[in-house]
Structures are given as structure tokens and as C-alpha cells.
């Protein structure tokens, strides 16, 4: 039987309330017997500051470089807000993206009918909706030079943020968004706008030649990043998967993400390069919410972020959708039966605390 490798980062506030629920589903998951899951932990943000002065320890770095998958649940709280900057607890998280240069990052919008009256649109708008957002992550305004202000004297600056793009940053995350249409519904729909922006030209130009090329089997359309944005509160059902730079990207997952309820519901991936030796490749997952300061210690977070977050690690990162499936579902029919946590009380038959939650999703399973 293949061993599996997990490295776990609980980090601060909610982080390790979360991440306990997710330690039971690896349990399950080793009675299923399709695969040996062991768990490393390690210390990440605000956690990793107190213990050694660091947002993220050297060896937790390599522990995370060597693992098959790291889950990482929230870093952050006002406790750490004085610390300096370069060792603040989101440093750690930005040193991971960085250093195993995860590139693209995948946020699902998934609205369960159980929660489709927690949306802020009709339910029959959202009801049933599934849809994926790829968002290029290490490129783009967010990092192209030059970036700075100029003083221009008599009182006036000048800011400067520049957008670049080069054809292989496209192509691999293209290639992200056609592989996993081809598991999904077939379809991609490219967000750029070339209208205005030469990058969105050479963005579109690349992914059409690509979809040529590579994958003339999924449906391609290319809409302006302004009329997706439209379209997704109008009709976001239309979408499978969306494929964007880093600013558009940013904006528009942001805008998925209320069509489904709570934050407490949304998982997120980031991949890094295929490795062309193994095929496998460095990745990370991690719940959408943050460290959540404000319920931290009471018992009361929403686990299934977090679970849907190991649900995608063994989707993307160990070709086990079936076992991911079955997570979801159990998900799903926990939600059916008015199990809530207080964040989607709505409709609720029990509120439930963040481990009887898990206890809850495990039951199902
Ligand atoms: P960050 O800057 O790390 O993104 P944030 O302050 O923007 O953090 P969160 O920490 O995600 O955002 O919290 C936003 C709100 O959502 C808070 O009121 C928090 O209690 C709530 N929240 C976030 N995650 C959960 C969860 N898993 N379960 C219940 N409520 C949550
Ligand atoms: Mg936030």
C-alpha cells in the first residue's frame, strides 16, 4: 500500500480547532485501506512566531517541501499584530506559496441546496451551482516591476504597478484549467480583457493556441473580465471552469465565494509545477477564511472548509475523486438533515459545535 505524506500547519485562532476535525477523516480514511496517510505537523504563523521567532521555521520548510500535500488551516490574530513585519504570521503563508511556487490556485463555488437561502441571490440562481475558479497566482500587477511612487515635487506622486505576462505563465495555467474541465463538465471560459490591456491579448492569443493544440476536445469561450463579473451574479450556473490572471482572479473568487453562504464552507487548493518525473506536483490546501479571531477558543468554527480542503488534496493531488466524493456527499447529507454550525444556522434543525460537526460528517461517511 502506497504511503502518503501530509504535513499539517493547525496555525493560529480557528486553525487547530478545524484541523482536529480534519486529523478524524484521515482516520477514516486509513480504515478504507486504499492508502496509508501519516500526518507531520508543524508550526505556521503566529504559532511558529511564539515557538522560534519565525513566521515558519527552515525545517518545517523542508518538512513542507517533502511532503506529498500540506494542509494548512488559517494564520493570523491581534496578538501578533505588533510583531515585525517580515515575521508576521501571514509571512509564513506567503513564503510556502512562494517557495513551492504554487502558481495556480483553485477555488471552487459549490452552493449545496441545504444552504442555497444563505446566498445573496435567489436560490434559483445558485441552487446546485459548481463552478471552479483558476486563478494564476505568482505573476501579473501583484509582482511586476517596475512598482513604486514617484514624488513629482509641487505635491504630486505618481504610483506605478505594471502587468506582465510571459507565454509559459499562461500555458501552465491553462493547462490547469483544461485538466481539471476534462474531469469536470468540458468546459473552460477564459477572463481577460484585451480590449484595453495587452497582456489580456497575449493571455487570450496563448490559451486559444493552446486549446488548439492540446485540448481541442473541451468547449473554449473567452469573455471580458467585466462581463464575467456580470454574468456570475446573473447566471453563474452557465460556468465550469473559469481561468484568470491574478487581479481578476482575486476579484472574481471573492465575488463566487458569497454566492455559496458561509466562508466556513469554501475550500481552495494551490498547485505548483508537475514534477516530470513523478507527474506529481507540490501542493497546498487550505480553507478560503481566515484565523477568525472573533470565535477563536469557543468551539463554534465550521469544519467543513477544512474537510473540503483534504477533500480536494486527495482529488487533485492523489487521484482519489471517488473517496473526495464521498466526503462531499457526507457533507451533504449532513447539511440535508439541518446539522448546522452557528455561521449557517439558517434553516437549522441542531446547532452543532465545530467537533460534533466533524462527528457528524464522520457518521455519514
Ligand atoms: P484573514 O485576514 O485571515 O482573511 P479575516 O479577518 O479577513 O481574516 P476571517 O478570519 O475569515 O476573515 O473571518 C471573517 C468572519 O467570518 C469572522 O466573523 C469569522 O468569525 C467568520 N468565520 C470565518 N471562518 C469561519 C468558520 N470556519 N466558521 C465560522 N465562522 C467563520
Ligand atoms: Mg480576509
Not at 92 to 117: E, T
Request: glycine share 10%; net charge negative.
Amino acid at each position: 500500500m502506497s504511503i502518503i505524506k501530509l504535513f499539517v500547519l493547525p496555525g493560529d485562532g480557528i486553525g487547530p480547532e478545524v484541523m482536529a476535525e480534519v486529523e478524524k477523516i484521515v482516520a477514516w480514511l486509513n480504515s478504507e485501506g486504499v492508502a496509508r496517510f501519516e500526518i507531520e505537523k508543524g508550526l505556521v504563523g503566529g504559532a511558529a512566531f511564539d515557538a522560534h521567532g519565525a513566521a515558519i521555521s527552515e525545517a518545517d520548510m523542508a518538512r513542507a517541501k517533502a511532503a506529498d500535500a500540506v494542509l494548512l488551516a488559517a494564520v493570523g490574530g491581534p496578538k501578533w499584530d505588533g510583531v515585525p513585519y517580515d515575521v508576521r504570521p501571514e509571512a509564513g503563508l506567503l513564503r510556502l506559496r512562494k517557495d513551492l511556487a504554487l502558481f495556480a490556485n483553485l477555488r471552487p463555488a459549490i452552493c449545496y441546496p441545504a444552504l442555497a437561502d444563505a446566498s445573496s441571490l435567489k436560490r434559483e440562481i445558485v441552487e446546485g451551482l459548481d463552478l471552479m475558479i483558476v486563478r494564476e497566482l505568482t505573476g501579473g500587477v501583484y509582482f511586476g516591476e517596475p512598482k513604486q511612487i514617484i514624488d513629482l515635487g509641487n505635491g504630486q506622486k505618481r504610483a506605478i504597478d505594471t502587468q506582465v505576462y510571459d507565454t509559459y505563465e499562461i500555458e501552465r495555467i491553462g493547462r490547469v484549467a483544461f485538466d481539471l474541465a476534462r474531469k469536470r463538465r468540458n468546459k473552460v471560459t477564459s477572463s481577460e480583457k484585451r480590449n484595453v490591456m495587452k497582456s489580456g491579448l497575449l493571455w487570450h492569443e496563448v490559451i486559444s493556441a493552446l486549446h488548439v493544440r492540446e485540448y481541442p476536445d473541451v468547449e473554449l469561450e473567452h469573455q471580458l473580465a467585466d462581463a464575467l463579473g456580470m454574468q456570475l451574479v446573473r447566471r453563474p450556473k452557465q460556468f465550469d471552469v473559469i481561468v484568470t490572471d491574478n487581479l481578476f482572479g482575486d476579484m472574481l473568487s471573492d465575488v463566487a465565494s458569497m454566492l455559496t453562504g458561509s466562508l466556513g464552507m469554501l475550500p481552495s487548493a494551490s498547485l505548483g509545477e508537475k514534477d516530470p518525473a513523478s507527474e506529481s506536483r507540490k501542493a497546498l490546501y487550505e480553507p478560503v477564511h481566515g484565523s477568525a479571531p472573533d470565535i477563536a477558543g469557543k468551539g463554534m468554527a465550521n469544519p467543513i472548509a477544512m474537510i473540503g480542503s483534504l477533500a480536494m488534496a486527495l482529488r487533485y493531488s492523489f487521484e482519489m475523486g471517488e473517496l473526495a466524493d464521498r466526503i462531499e456527499r457526507a457533507i451533504s447529507l449532513v447539511l440535508e438533515k439541518g446539522l448546522r454550525t452557528a455561521d449557517i444556522a439558517g434553516g437549522a434543525k441542531q446547532i452543532l459545535s465545530t467537533a460534533q460537526m466533524g462527528d457528524a460528517v464522520l457518521a455519514e461517511l
